[in-house]
C-alpha cells in the first residue's frame, strides 16, 4: 500500500548532524519508503554558507534562505538542525504555520520555549518531535513519554553530556586533575574551545528541564532547575569517593518529592555508588536511569552526541512524524496537565559527603557533631585523620534538606577550631 | 479536549500481571484518561477461577466466558495476559474481528504466530501491541520499531531471560556450580518447579524471534532460531572466563551477516568481556544491547519479568493503542519488508574458547593445531597446563564459522592424543 507521491522534508541547517541526515535519507531512501509507507524526498536545504561543496546534496536544494524555504507551503516535515534560540524558533513557528511538522534536535530551544512551541503545533495539528534534544541517539523522550505512559517516574538520574563524563571518567581512572582532564578532552575533540557550557553544566540542565517535563507531566523551566558545574571537583574528590566506594559523575537529577506533590530538577556533581548502574558509564558515553511505581528501575544507555548517533534519532522521529501525515494523525503532544509545583534547591533532601580541615585537638569532633545536630543533620559516618597539628574530618550524612545542610556548613565555618570546609558533596544512586 | 466516553478494556487473564493491570488502571485512572485524551474503563475480565477473591475487582466484571467477551462488539482494547499459545491466539483473532485493538504479553504465541496475527489486525484495521512479551518493563520494542526506524540495526545481543541470568551470576560471583545456583533460585522464587523453559533457553529463543523480526524487517519464526541451554556450564568454564577477562551470560543474538545479504538468531551461553556493558547486568535482571549503523552501540537495562514491571509496558502500550483509537489511526504494524533469508547456525560467525584433555606428550600441539589448520579455523591463543601425564589444552579462535568449528572438534575427537573436549564456548560482545 506504497503511496507514490513522496513526503517533502525541508532541512534546516547542514552541519555535522544535518548532512549526515541527508546522507541517510539518499543512502536509506528504499528503507524509509518501506517503513514510512512513502517515499521521502529531501525538498530543500537552508544553510548559512552556500558555497560550500556538500557531498551528495544537489547544489539547487541548496538556499540561504531558511524563511522562503519553510514557507512554501508544500513542506511535509521542517528538520532543523541549526541549534539555538533564534532563527530557530521562529522557523519552527512559521513551519508549523505553513502546514508541516517539525522534527528538533535543540535541546536549548525546547528547554527555554517548548512548552510554546508545542502549543503552535497543537493549534495545527501538527507533530513537534526531538528525541534528539537530549541524549543523542538514545531512544528517551519516546519511551518516557509513550512506553512509560500508564506508569508513574519518581526519579530520573541521567548522564546526559558526554564532554564532562570523559573527563571525570579520565580523573577517576588516572587520578588526574581536572585541567589536565580538560586538556586531554579538547585535544580529541571531546570538549571545544569554551567548555563552559559543558563543564558548567548550562549543557546538562536544558536536558534536566526537558527530561522532567515529560517524566512529571508539568511544565518545567530552564530557570526552575538548580545547576553546578563540575570545575571543582579534584583528584582528592575521587579519593575520597574510591573510599566510599563510589565514583562520582555530573548528574541531571530530576524527582518527585516523598508525598508526591512536587518535583525538582538539578545538576551538579554527584558522588554514587560503584554498583551502580551508572557509575559504570565510560568515556563520552550517556545513560539514564529512571525509576518508576511499576517498572522499577530502568536504564537507557548510548552515544550521547556526534553526527551519526544525532542523525539515527532524527530519523527514528522523521519515520514517526511521516506515518502521522500519512494517516491524519499527530503523535503524543506536550502533556503537562499534572501541572505540579517546580521546588527550590532548598527543599532537596539527600545524603552528603563533606570534608572538613580542623585543628588537631581534642574536642573538635564534638563542636562540629553539635552543630550537625543543631540543624537537624544526622550523621551517618565520620573519619577522623590527623597530621602535624591539622587534621581532616570527613562526615557522611543521612538525608537531610539542602537547606539544612548549607545552614550547616555556614554555622561550621565560623567554628574557630574548622579551618577550612575542603568539598561539599551530594550522595546519590543509593 | 477531554472525550467523556470511556474506552471499554477487557482483560483476559487476571494473574500476577492481570491483576496488577487491573489495580493500575483503577489506582491510576485520572493520570491514564489525561493522557489518553478519554477515560478508560475495566469492561470484563475474565478468568479461569471466577470464585477467587480479586481486591479492588468488581466481581460483576469477572466472567470465565473469555469468547463472549471479546465477541461483545462494545470493546476497544483487549489486554490478553494469559500466556500460552492457545485458547489465547483464538481469543486474540476473534477480538481482531469484533473491532477491538489488542494489547499482549504473549511472547510463545508472538513468536510462533505474530505475523498471522499482525495479517488479522491490519485486516481490520487495528493495533497489535506487545512491548510486555520482550524483556518485561524495559523499552525495547517501541524503540526498536520506532526509534530506530530511520537507522540499520545490525545486531542484538540480550539477557532476555531473568532466571537464568540470576544463577550464571550466581555461579559467577560464588563459585557455585549450576544445581547448587539453580537450587537457590528455586529456593527464591525466580526458577518455576520445572525451570526447563528458562535453562534450555526456550524463553529465550521465542524473544529472539520476536527481536530478530522488528530489527531486520524480516520473518524470523520460533524453528529458525538455534537455540543451546545454560545446564551444562560448569564452574570451571567460570574459572576459564575469568582468565579471559570474561564472565558467562546466556545470550539471545540476532545478527546480519556481514555482506547485509542474511540474518540469524540464536540462544546460547557466551562468554563475554568484563568490559562490556552486559557483563555487569546482575541478578534477575534483563538488557539488551543493540549495534546500530548510525547510532553506534545502545543498551536497555531493566526487570524483565514480574507482575508490576510487566504491567508497566502492557499499560504503556494500552496508553499508545487507546490514543490510536481515538485518533482513528494505527500505530506501525508488521513490518517485514526486507525478507531477507534466515541462515542457519552453521553459517554464524564468532570466536571460540576451547578446553581438550589431552596426553602430556610431545608432538601434542602441533597435532592439535593441524586439525584447526586444515578445518580453516584460525587459533588466537593457546594455553597448556599438564599435570600428571595429562594436560589440557585451551584454545582460542579468531573467528571462524560455527561449521568449521564442528568440523575441526569432529577432527580432535578422533585424534589418539585428545582424552576428551571438556567445552566448548562462543566468545561474544568484542
Redesign the interface.
Known sequence: MMRTRPLKVALLGCGVVGS?VAR?MTT?AA??A??IGAPVELAGVAVRRPDKVREGIDPALVTTDATALVKRGDIDVVVEVIGGVEPARTLITTAFEHGASVVSANKALLAQDGAALHAVAEEHGRDLYY?AAVAG???LI??LR???????VNRVLGIVNGTTNFILDKMDSTGAGYQEALDEATALGYAEADPTADVEGFDAAAKAAILAGIAF?TRVRLDDVYREGMTEVTAADFASAKEMGCTIKLLAICERAADGGSVTARVHPAMIPLTH?LA?VRGAYNAVFVE????????????GA?G??T??????????VC??RL????G?GE?A??ALPVSSMGEVVTRYHISLDVADKPGVLAQVATVFAEHGVSIDTVRQQGKDGEASLVVVTHRASDASLTGTVEALRKLDTVRGVASIMRVEGE
Open positions: 549526515e541517510i536509506h528503507d524509509l518501506a517503513r528525541e541517539a538514545i531512544p519516546r519511551p509513550e512506553s512509560l505512559a500508564g506508569d508513574k507531566h548502574p559504570s518508576s511505581d511499576a517498572a522499577g528501575q530502568l536504564m537507557f544507555y548510548g552515544p556526534g551519526s548517533p542523525a539515527s534519532a532524527v530519523l527514528g522521529d522523521l519515520v514517526a506515518r502521522n494517516s491524519d494523525a499527530t503524543p502533556s496537565y499534572a
